[in-house]
């Protein structure tokens, strides 16, 4: 998959960091900033839930909070204090793509606290004590979570549209897998995934690249025994080839919700990708924005719509949501399937094209201007594919023409073939 | 950052009142600008609750020149980010712009100001969406937590509610209630705006000059307000709902920004509530599993602010919950704090307050923000400089005159909330 990344995407040779690979096979991604007196170190390792087998949902994501619980060496919260009593910031998320762990700080303070965090993730030691303390924290995360409609309503649609792919199953597992799980099988889940090849440290920052390369080099040595790692069923969701159509009734919710999804291409295919970003842009990004305009603004059926496209590795996602009264759901539906006819059957005008690609454009200027954005960009690519497309970006949305866009939307987007998740309040 | 800043910030006050905040950042190429007005829902009648937050809503969408469309096509054209936003203490206009589209966006935002037009059918859609998003602010039990707290403690001030209002405050705004808030508030004499990013601080001022320079302030006064005495009345709140979990909330009056209590108040709400190392973190989450997010809040407010602990857990641990989090703000006030722990929260809030300003739209916000509330950008000085001069004894002293008897609110299953506290319960 790596290769063929590569043969598609231009690199183009003003990549701002430097990538090295350390002998044990571990990324290392450093840029230098001048005028910023912090300094950001952000790992990310290919450990998400996709890594789980079926009967080890949600085991990455607990894994991230048990990460924290120290080692033979480290305490449990001494880490946290020596990042926060130094006035840093440090936490971590897990997705189905990636694991990945930050500190930012003053940029004297790198030095104190990045062994500490190499420490930890190296060395997990899963105490079996820490273990059951911590899973009753995780299964407070998942009551708070099912206490969100909109939560509910997404993972409704993801079983939806992935069926038995992980991408289908929520991140944070349900309590019957957590209460079935043990600190032996997550020290071998551990074991497996937290190994150089599939780590990327990036440092991003005002540290200058020997420093930054010689505190990665001495934390980032011993890493633990490894363990086989347990077969992955296959996991292929069958293509939509219909309407999937599921309704909840919630009686906390004061307003429906219209959730529709249809499934992309991986990043094996990123530029249509980014062609589907552009359609998303082109249908709700903003007042101006197709849906937004005719559903909201005209019509004014809806009290919110928007569209969404997430790059995933393997299979992207491409979302359409509306919160509006329950008598209007059908016919809101039938106006965003037209709309997207029209994508099949028309190109977009120039202007509609111009205003998607500069919406976008300006939106990664936005969103790359602190370290720990550049940090968060060039660790997530280098986790579901190569860091230096991250700076692609721009130019791949700027070749885009109309016509390219009418296919995607033909191949991808179709009015017929979708899931739909329908969140009704309780009559 | 810091460094840059200090060194380059350019206040102006413009004959017509206006004060303008320039700092140039030349490292990305865009421009963050915060155009505050002294006004908000601080300043609504409590028959016009939500007055604000509608008007924020129809501001961007006509002028005396440009029609609702026409004004989003003319920001969305040049993807650039452009809103309005009605908070506690002040009203804000903010704008995102790649630099060259600056002037552009510049003028646009001086017909906001000065002749919008206020649609009625804009005003009549943004009122029906006004009273949608009123309606579901019941879906998350953390909404009906806090809401239910700050009626308790604020009775009639504005602070009771919302910025949105109430749904028979918002089902009787007029247009003409639009048009009389902003005859009122919106004039050169209550303005500040901050310009920061890649532009000299001498051609904003002159853009700005340009832009807003001829608008000449009235000479009749701003309207005095006549806010309503806080009479501290602490009691318990509770609300029966069917939820995974319970929130548990308690609240105290606290102290305004220009009160000498402020300082000590925030060192307190850190060293509870703020990060990973917090006392109530390490207690209630890391020690005994209670809850998966445990945290504290005080805003900074012109008057006087509240300071809030939470947290939420399965129903069955609400009342070890409710009596954890109170023993922890009783604590305050019986036992001094250790002089390690101490200095640890001060290095804790004044860190993290510096990586608060890595943004250009960071760094805009908080210089125009301080001097909206009348403290002057100076504060950014004089704020760590008298974090760091508290003591362990103030801070105390501060906890036993602020920290007497809380305001508890409930949210959760009847089973799990009844009996908690002596008071009726609502629903």
């Known amino acids: 998959m790596r290769l063929s990344v590569l043969s598609q995407l231009p690199k183009v040779s003003e990549f701002p960091a430097d990538v090295f690979r350390l002998e044990n096979g571990l990324t290392v991604i450093h840029q230098y900033i001048s005028a910023t007196p912090v300094a950001v170190v952000d790992v990310w390792v290919r450990a998400g839930a996709i890594r789980e087998p079926n009967e080890w949902s949600g085991m990455a994501h607990f894994l991230e909070h048990m990460i924290f619980k120290g080692t033979d060496q480290v305490l449990p919260g001494v880490f946290d204090q020596i990042v926060e009593n130094r006035g840093g910031v440090t936490n971590a998320a897990t997705s189905h793509d990636y694991a990945h762990f930050f500190i930012t700080t003053a940029v004297p303070y790198l030095a104190d606290t990045l062994p500490y965090l190499a420490e930890l993730l190296l060395n997990a030691s899963i105490p079996a004590d820490e273990f059951s303390r911590e899973r009753d924290v995780v299964l407070e995360e998942i009551r708070q979570a099912q206490d969100n409609p909109d939560w509910l309503g997404f993972q409704a649609l993801m079983e939806s549209v992935y069926e038995c792919h992980p991408y289908g199953r929520p991140v944070l597992g349900t309590e019957m897998h957590l209460l079935n799980h043990s600190p032996e099988e997550m020290r071998s889940f551990h074991s497996c995934h937290y190994q150089p090849e599939n780590m990327t440290v990036v440092i991003v920052g005002g540290v200058d690249r020997e420093s930054a390369l010689d505190m990665v080099e001495q934390s980032f040595q011993q890493f633990a025994t490894r363990s086989d790692c347990r077969q992955l069923a296959t996991k292929i969701a069958t293509p939509l080839r219909e309407i999937r159509r599921q309704e909840l009734c919630l009686p906390s919710i004061k307003q429906a919700r219209l959730m529709m999804a249809w499934a992309g291409p991986g990043v094996e295919e990123l530029r249509s990708g980014y062609g589907l970003d552009l359609i998303s842009a082109l249908l709700g990004d903003g007042r101006s924005s197709r849906l937004v305009k005719q559903l909201r603004e005209e019509e004014q059926l809806v009290s919110n719509v928007s569209s969404s496209f997430s790059l995933q590795q393997e299979s992207s996602l491409f979302t359409i949501s509306a919160w509006l009264e329950p008598q209007y759901l059908q016919i809101v539906e039938g106006l965003i399937c037209s709309s997207l006819a029209e994508l099949h059957s028309s190109p977009m005008s120039e202007a509609e094209l111009k205003r998607s690609k500069r919406l976008l454009c300006n939106d990664y200027a936005f969103s790359t201007e602190s370290p720990g954005q550049l940090a968060g960009l060039y660790g997530y690519y280098n986790t579901i594919a190569e860091a230096e497309i991250a700076v692609t970006y721009p130019q791949q949305i700027q070749g885009f023409q109309a016509l390219d866009l009418q296919q995607l939307a033909q191949q991808y987007l179709s009015p017929e073939r979708y899931a739909v998740t329908i969140l009704k309040p309780n009559d | ?427």
Not at chain 2, 6 to 12: D, L, P
Not at chain 2, 334 to 355: D, R, V
């Open chain 2, 1 to 427: 950052m810091q460094d840059y800043v200090n060194q380059s910030i350019k206040r102006t006050v413009l004959k017509n009142g206006i004060v303008v905040i320039a700092v140039e950042n030349p490292a990305a190429d865009i421009i963050a600008t915060r155009i505050f007005l002294r006004a908000g829902s601080r300043c609504e009648l409590k028959s016009q609750a939500g007055v604000a937050h509608l008007l924020a809503a129809v501001l961007t969408k006509g002028t005396s020149k440009l029609s609702s469309s026409e004004i989003a096509d003319r920001v969305e054209s040049l993807g650039a980010g452009l809103g309005a936003d009605a908070a506690a203490d002040y009203f804000l206009v903010s704008m995102k712009t790649v630099s060259a589209d600056f002037p552009e966006m510049l003028e646009l935002a001086g017909q906001l100001l000065r002749m919008p037009t206020f649609p009625e059918a804009e005003v009549e859609l943004e009122r029906r969406m006004a009273l949608q998003a009123i309606r579901s602010q019941q879906e998350q039990p953390f909404t009906i937590a806090f809401e239910q707290l700050r009626q308790a403690m604020y009775q009639n001030h504005p602070y009771s509610m919302s910025g949105l209002g109430t749904e028979a405050t918002v089902s009787n705004l007029t247009r003409t209630d639009l048009q009389e808030y902003h005859h009122s508030y919106f004039r050169p004499d209550n303005i500040v705006i901050s310009v920061v990013g890649r532009i000299a601080p001498e051609d904003a001022l002159a853009q700005i000059e340009q832009v807003l320079g001829d608008w000449e302030a009235p000479t009749t006064p701003l309207p005095t307000l006549n806010l309503p005495t806080i009479i501290p009345f602490p009691h318990p709140t509770v609300t029966r709902q069917q939820t995974q979990q319970s929130i548990v909330m308690l609240g105290y009056l606290g102290a305004s920004v220009g009160s000498p209590d402020y300082m000590a108040l925030k060192l307190l709400n850190t060293y509870l509530g703020n990060g990973l190392s917090s006392r109530l973190f390490v207690e209630l989450r890391e020690k005994r599993g209670l809850a998966y997010e445990v945290s504290a809040f005080y805003p900074t407010r012109l008057d006087r602010s509240q300071f809030a602990v939470y947290l939420g857990t399965a129903p069955e641990n609400t009342a070890i919950a409710l009596e954890g989090l109170r023993s922890e703000v009783d604590r305050l006030c019986k036992i001094p704090l250790e002089p390690e722990e101490f200095q640890a929260a001060k290095n804790k809030l004044l860190g993290q307050y510096a990586l608060g300003k890595q943004t250009n739209a960071q760094i805009a916000q908080v210089f125009a923000w301080y001097e909206i509330l009348g403290l002057g950008i100076e504060f950014d000085t004089i704020f760590p400089e008298a974090i760091t001069a508290v003591t362990a004894e103030a801070a105390m002293d501060v906890a036993c005159r602020y920290f007497v008897e809380p305001y508890v609110s409930l949210v959760g299953p009847g089973y799990a909330v009844d009996g908690l506290v002596e008071q009726g319960s609502q629903n």
